[in-house]
């Protein structure tokens, strides 16, 4: 795990090209192929599936279709053409808006919920009994629902079923469907990964007092593996990532942690921010997780929409941006092209630089004005104008790619190596 990021939702087809579901397959297969090859390319080492889109993996949407996995199998063959991993959202139900398709969390009959989590875990654990035809190596990596204190505290979009968001998918109701997803993850799979659901907003008072009362229940502690957190924000601070990392070693000292989804966006209303702020803030998230402790960190997503009048809050977060090569009815566009912005680009050189890190000796090191990480092959300069130490023999300006020889401080993004200048 040299190199730490994934993209969350990397691999998917829009919900807007899907009309009622109706599978076009080739165009979908398509879709899917274009953007693992993307996310390869740009030096993403894993993928998360969340449960509200393609794959549509959750309990609600493989019993509506009758159990084809035609859609999860596609999505599956098409990450593992690459030598990217894959890490899978299961759950009862959609996991960004639950509760705008039940009016109660827990399933009626957790022994079917039970037996749904095997089924999928069987398909996928590489075991050669009731495998995926072609599976070419097993899913290890299994995450139990998304943002389940989001579901707790906000009334869903749209048509709602439930009258207090309060009363909805509780600290208790969660943590036994998390014990019972374990357990029968683990029965499919010894050899399973199990994450807790990411949390949407830990670093806040509701989000923090949502995650100890879950982990506080009986078995939670031992029933997942890695703490999920997420952490979005527009602000021009890593105070957001500190934050969320107090909350994690306050609370779960013990558990690896992985950010499986953040990001900030490349337009908004605040005056720092456009494209190449974001791509300046790709490195200083991840340089601030990492000097953190966090153990992976997946931006949230791969490519933004094509632009549209409306969007929402999160379609300028991506590391690419879709250009519309076709119109006509919303259906999948083989024909659309993905280019990466500088954040994307920034990725990219990250992706590579930290292909050699070394996890044991990843730390931040003291510097003056600015921060900087040692990852075992070099220091990633990602706040401030640091100082460069005196054993640098060569910098790497993040933004343009330009090497140089080293001077007594750096502005971030940088990297600094110990290897000299390979264009001086």
Known sequence: MANPLGINEGVSVPAAWIKNRV??????????LADVQAAQKLGATMVRANSPVFPFLDM????????????????????????????????????NRTAAHTDHYVPDNMDDYADYIRRVVERYDGDGEDDMPGLV??????????????????????????????QF??????????????????????NAVV???????????????YLKAVLNEPGVMDAFDILSLHCYFDNNSLDPIEQTMAVAHELAPTKPVWITETGVPSSGKRSWIDVEWQATMVAAIVGGFLANGAERIFWHTLSDPPA???SSPFSTHSLMQTTAAQTGPRKAHPGNQKVAKPAGEMYERLALLL?????????????????????????????GTPNVPS??????????????????????????????????
């Open 60 to 95: 609600q949407s493989m019993v509506k279709s009758n159990w084809d996995w035609g859609r999860a199998d596609a999505w599956v063959q098409a990450v593992q053409t690459t030598p990217i991993e894959a890490l899978v959202v299961l759950g009862p139900w959609p996991g």
């Open 23 to 32: 599978i076009d397959t080739a165009g979908e297969k398509a879709e899917l």
């Open 308 to 310: 549209r009048a409306k």
């Open 169 to 190: 998918e509780t600290p208790a109701q969660y943590a036994g469907v998390l014990v019972a997803s374990a357990a029968a993850i683990r029965s499919a799979d010894p």
């Open 355 to 383: 292909a050699n890190r070394v996890p044991a000796e990843t730390k931040e090191v003291p510097a003056i004005g600015g921060r900087l990480l040692w990852t075992g092959s070099g220091w990633l300069a990602f706040w």
């Open 195 to 209: 994450l807790s659901g990411g949390m949407y907003r830990p670093r806040t008072d509701t989000g923090r007092k």
């Open 137 to 166: 190596r097993p899913i290890r990596y299994w995450e139990v629902d998304n943002e389940p204190d989001l579901h707790n505290s906000v009334m869903p979009r749209g048509i709602s079923l439930i009258d207090d968001p309060s």
């Open 391 to 424: 054993n640098a023999a060569s910098v790497e300006n993040l933004r343009t790619g330009d090497i140089t020889k080293p001077q007594k401080s750096v502005v971030s993004p940088a990297w600094i190596s110990l290897e000299p200048p390979r264009n001086p």
